[in-house]
């Protein structure tokens, strides 16, 4: 049975100044301390934060990149179950539902707009313990037994390499431990029957080799109703299942063998997305009458091998990485009768498929740290092997057929009322050689630099309504780096400057008869000036970070359609940029009251000529003219518009988010934290094309509260969160359909979601 939801009146802050009497540090318990941890050590201060920003350990406060850190604890607390949720929790970040398509994320203005594209890439990458992960795809993946999350922002193009312009997402997962012997367990129970149960042991053998194993299954009923769908099946569900066997063995101490395997499933009835013309007005409603279920299901097997030469440290890094992605996609979300008196057609995408199968090595040599030169080498290899399939209909009645991709169907599948149909083979290889060096001037100057060699190639054979295959490539090759200065004025006062640069490949378009746009597109270079200052007062019970930067984005990677109906894709804006400064501040307050703060204001705009066709306007040309009719390829052509000047997409100007904790001892009861968090991003356009009516995202307010009791004298411990606790419906993004009808599509804010838990470690 779904848990009541509590209706809250009165002002919201009036409610947070009532509840900040006992709410809580986000503090993790001792179990939860590791090398993210950033809670107040045993003298009262900030404890020290390390992290791999530059893939050697380093301390955060003296590290000359701007680095947001996020322990297990705080994941766990702020209830963010994949890196999806990041969106608004890091200064810049924004991630975006994009419905049955790979989620966007978008760091300081660089983002992944090839959402329909197999051969675009996302600009943000995502790392886990070492090991870069081939698809936008892998936002999807619930976080498990997590150690830390390290979100870099600005171009990481030395180290981490191409689709890292924006910067990345590292995850680092809980490591086995040597002779200890340990582990956790978790049930939770919450609304829309949402259900959780996890748990994880360490297992040690003998002295030298350690098993850690981890699982988790999630299940929540859907949000928002689907009332004209057969079983009236409810969207925005969860059916999750996520697995990760890690292996340790230290024969002696210079070796070092850590192998892992993780498995992900996910199933969905459906994303909990609207078009922004469904006459049903509630946003936590539906009138599509198409089901389509969303199925993920994600492989990876890796390796890290490192040993210690004494002067230096040599690691090798091997993964395999399997995706499957099936999901079918009403182009539409109406039901039949309102989009044929919309569009003229119901739209169904019975088959958007896509697989992708990827090998990455990588093999550094780092220097032994301590030294007034620091240094690191390496080289990395990826070659990842895909494809995507789309058939979609358009039906003006309905018409039973059984959908496949077998050219000898074609006609029946044209009799169906078959709109399109596509497969491309793709095939991408990317080699990389790449140094970065510091070098202590002084011992409080120190000059770091680093160049990065990368060689990359996407190829594909695509075909489209069951024609002949046609070859497309895409090649790069260049220099990405960096150079930084940083000074340390002060014991825990440091100042940096640096200039960087960071390159996202270039790739090819699913439209190999268009006009305007290309059949590849350009690579996207992004050259960054950036300013910082981290410090630490007050006996290190306040840390404040600042950064100001300025990106100038070279062929920036956009979307739009062409003069021909369905040739689109993926082109290049010559110049844009953005400019902004970010803050991150974390202070230790008496009584045991936390304050953690994060903002930013960010500025973007177009700066070259540049001419795009929307695909929401070009969809509304078709039906207005009839497709392919000489009258709609002329207003096609005559649609395009200079879209200098335009704000770009997932920008906002301002952006910040809080959490108010308190930490309270309770005698005979235990430790009792709590904790408000608030998240606010002001109004923004979700599109390049910044359309009041469709682009526009308002004023975005959230608040969060959790409470968390560590039992005394028990291992036990019971924790409730509220998500969204005045149950605001706020529009949170909105995308276009490039293909089918050309809708706008919409997502909201989840309802309020309170959730209870109870567990235990050992």
Not at 281 to 306: C, F, L, W
Request: avoid cysteine; charged fraction near 15%; hydrophobic fraction near 40%.
């Amino acid at each position: 049975m779904t848990l009541p939801l509590i209706r809250l009146s009165g002002p919201p802050l009036a409610l947070a100044l009532v509840l900040a009497g006992s709410v809580p540090a986000m503090a993790a318990s001792p179990t939860d301390a590791g090398v993210g941890d950033t809670n107040a050590g045993d003298n009262g201060q900030l404890g020290e934060i390390t992290v791999t920003a530059n893939k050697v350990s380093s301390n955060l406060q003296t590290t000359p990149v701007a680095v947001s850190v996020l322990s297990g604890a705080t994941l766990d607390r702020e209830h963010i179950a994949n890196p999806v949720d990041l969106s608004n929790k890091v200064p810049g970040l924004t991630i975006s539902n994009a419905g049955n398509y790979p989620p966007n994320a978008t760091l300081r203005g660089v983002g992944y707009d090839g959402l329909q594209n197999n051969s675009a890439s996302p600009g943000v990458s995502i790392n886990q313990n070492g090991v870069y992960l081939g698809t936008p795809v892998s936002l999807f993946t619930d976080f498990l037994d997590v150690g830390q999350v390290e979100v870099l922002r600005g171009p990481q193009g030395t180290v981490f390499g191409q689709n890292s312009d924006g910067g990345a997402i590292n995850v680092t997962t809980a490591a086995p431990q040597l002779g200890k012997l340990g582990g956790s367990a978790e049930l939770s129970y919450g609304s829309y029957q949402y259900g959780r149960a996890r748990g994880t042991i360490n297992l040690p053998v003998g002295q030298t080799f350690a098993l850690r194993a981890s699982a988790q299954v999630t299940d929540q009923n859907g949000y928002m109703n689907t009332p004209n769908m057969a079983g009236n099946k409810a969207v925005g569900d969860t059916h999750n299942v996520i697995t990760r066997v890690d292996a340790l063995w230290k024969p002696v101490d210079r070796l070092s063998i850590d192998v892992w395997g993780e498995y992900f499933h996910s199933f969905a009835h459906g994303s909990a997305v609207k078009n922004s013309v469904d006459p049903l007005t509630d946003p936590r409603e539906t009138s599509n009458d198409y089901y389509a279920p969303q199925r993920i299901t994600s492989k990876i097997v890796a390796g890290t091998v490192a040993y210690d030469l004494d002067f230096a440290t040599v690691k090798s890094i091997t993964s395999y990485q399997s995706l499957t992605y099936r999901a079918p996609w009403s182009g539409d979300l109406l039901d039949h009768a309102t989009a044929v008196s919309l569009y003229g057609v119901k739209d169904q995408l019975p088959i958007n498929d896509r697989f992708a199968d990827t090998w990455t090595e990588e093999v550094d040599l780092a220097s032994r740290p301590g030294g007034r030169f620091s240094w690191i080498v390496g080289a990395f290899y990826l070659h990842t092997a895909s494809h995507i399939n789309v058939l979609e209909f358009q039906q003006t009645t309905p018409i039973a057929y059984t959908p496949t991709l077998d050219p000898a169907q074609a006609g029946a599948m044209y009799a169906a009322g078959m709109n399109f149909e596509s497969i491309s083979h793709q095939r991408h290889r990317s080699v990389a050689l790449y140094g970065q060096a510091t070098y202590d001037i002084t011992r409080t100057l120190k000059l770091t630099g680093g160049l990065r060699y990368t060689w990359d190639r996407s190829t594909a054979e695509t075909s489209s309504y069951y024609a002949t295959p046609v070859p497309m490539k895409s090649e790069f090759n260049g220099l990405t780096g960096k150079v930084a200065l940083s000074w340390q004025v002060a014991p825990t006062n440091n100042l940096y400057a640096q200039f960087s640069t960071g390159v996202k490949p270039g790739g090819t378009n699913l439209n190999p008869v268009a006009v305007i746009i290309p059949t590849a597109f350009r690579n996207e270079l992004v050259r960054a000036y950036e300013v910082g200052s981290k410090n630490e007062f007050l006996n290190r019970k306040l840390r404040v970070n600042v950064s100001a930067f300025y990106n100038d984005y070279r062929n920036l990677q956009l979307d739009s359609e062409d003069p021909l109906p369905y040739e689109g894709g993926m082109t290049n804006v010559a110049k844009a940029h953005v400019y902004g400064i970010e803050a991150e501040a974390t202070a230790l307050l008496p009584a045991g009251f936390r304050i953690d703060a994060n903002a930013a204001w960010m500025n973007s705009k177009v700066d070259s000529d540049s001419y795009f066709l929307d695909p929401y306007i070009a969809q509304g040309i078709n039906r207005t003219y009839g497709i392919y009719t000489a009258a709609d390829l002329a207003a096609r052509a005559a649609a395009f518009e200079n879209i200098k000047g335009n704000q770009l997409p997932r920008v906002p100007t301002f952006a910040a988010g809080g959490t108010l904790g308190k930490t309270t001892e309770i005698p005979g009861v235990g430790t009792l934290d709590t904790s408000l968090q608030l998240t606010v991003r002001a109004a923004h356009w979700g599109r390049i094309y910044n359309r009041a009516g469709t682009d526009r995202l308002p004023m975005l307010t959230l608040v969060n509260f959790n409470a968390h009791l560590d039992i005394a004298r028990t291992r036990f411990y019971t924790e409730l969160a509220v998500t969204n606790l005045f149950d605001v419906a706020t529009l949170t993004s909105t995308y276009a359909e490039n293909f089918g009808v050309g809708g706008i599509y919409q997502v909201f804010a989840p309802p309020r979601q309170v959730i209870g838990r109870i567990g235990f470690k050992f």
